[in-house]
């Protein structure tokens, strides 16, 4: 089946330090998967952070950004340097465009620490 | 003015209570969605709704029903709550089905059941 499997937290990391969370992909029932994280701050609900349709594109906002790896069905989440504010929950998530089906990994908890 | 609102944020009940716990959005979607978060999943579709009286299931519905009284409003309903429905439940809408309409979500209902 379609599933994501991503970093378990939480990851504890400086501010300033640089940030991956690992995120892996099986699209079965998907043709061409779109990818997805998400962040939830405390006490918020899921938005989303950025989105890459495409294989091979790159997506960012934020100063975060992800790669869509279609050979190693990857799509890890990476800052150069965190700060305090990025503190929150972070879901990768695979989808359709004609489809209703959003996939969620578990979550991964960051806290960056000042 | 958050787009999404759930309400109440946080509930106890007991083993065999009633619960409906209620979401209204103001972006003017025609699809909203219930999702439950536990820990170690992702966060899973319970049922959704493109629009005033309809209904259409998700992928854990067993013990959830759901009514769309609006294009707003969304309520979930536990009618004989169990412990196995603890969890944190989101509210989300959007505009369209499929991965190209971005899902807002609320900031969730925390649901404990004793």
């Known amino acids: 089946g379609d599933s994501v499997t991503q970093t378990e937290g939480p990851v504890t990391v400086s501010e300033s330090e640089s940030l991956i969370i690992n995120c892996t992909y099986s699209?079965?029932?998907?043709?061409?998967?779109?990818l997805f994280w998400y962040v939830r701050y405390p006490g918020e609900g899921l938005q989303l952070l950025l989105k890459?349709?495409?294989?091979?594109q790159k997506g960012s906002s934020r100063g975060f950004e992800a790669t869509y790896n279609k050979e190693t069905t990857s799509f890890h989440l990476q800052k150069a340097s965190v700060q305090e504010s990025d503190s929150a929950v972070y879901y990768c998530?695979?989808?359709?465009?004609?489809?209703?089906?959003?996939?969620f990994g578990t979550g991964t908890r960051l806290q960056v620490l000042p | 003015e958050a787009a999404v609102t759930q309400s109440p944020r946080n509930k106890v009940t007991v083993t065999g209570g009633n619960v409906t716990l209620s979401c209204r959005q103001t972006?003017?979607?025609?699809?909203m969605y219930w999702y439950r978060q536990d820990t170690g999943h992702g966060l899973r579709l319970i049922h959704y709704s493109y629009g005033a009286g309809n209904l259409q299931i998700g992928d854990v519905p067993d013990g959830y029903k759901a009514t769309r009284t609006t294009q707003e409003d969304f309520f979930l309903l536990l009618e004989l709550a169990s412990p196995s429905q603890t969890s944190l439940y989101f509210c989300?809408?959007?505009?369209?089905?499929?991965?190209?309409?971005?899902?807002?979500f609320g900031p969730g209902t925390r649901l404990t059941v004793l």
């Open positions: 890459v349709i495409t294989a091979g």
């Open positions: 972006n003017s979607h025609n699809y």
């Open positions: 989300a809408s959007s505009g369209g089905l499929g991965t190209s309409y971005e899902q807002y």
């Open positions: 699209a079965t029932s998907i043709a061409y998967p779109n």
């Open positions: 998530a695979l989808g359709s465009s004609n489809t209703n089906k959003v996939v």
